[in-house]
């Protein structure tokens, strides 16, 4: 069965960068978290991303992709952000800021353009395993 094209692999094909589909099992309105995705995958967890959205005080959306066994620690990511502070949005809105649903957010491809902040420790990897902007893959 052949996969459907998400906003994410488009933009990586139009942008000729190369990529792998991982997929990954998941029940008709199960949530699986980030460190299930990996096992299922075969992957380690330090090699897996997950990607939140965040609002800070000044109304400005933010995207930060942190390794899906570890917790955005809010005072960082407003520091980061240069912002007083930031709170993570509420789940039902992911779709209105991104165009994504709860575990199929990915990175690339949302509605609009935020700034978005990569935790440090990607940098030391040469892949990144990020939503591909479904559940599943």
Sequence with gaps: MSKVKTNAMRILDSNKIEYK???YETKKGEHIDGVEVA???GRDV???YKTLVAQGSS???YVYV???NENL???KAAKVANEKNVAMINVNDINKFTGYIRGGC???GMKKLYKTFINESAKGL???IVSAGKIGY
């Design 21 to 23: 589909i991982l997929s």
């Design 39 to 41: 096992h299922q995958i």
């Design 46 to 48: 330090s090699e897996v």
């Design 59 to 61: 109304k400005n959306i």
């Design 66 to 68: 942190i390794p899906v």
């Design 73 to 75: 620690d809010l005072k």
């Design 106 to 108: 990915s990175p690339i």
């Design 126 to 128: 040469s892949t990144i």
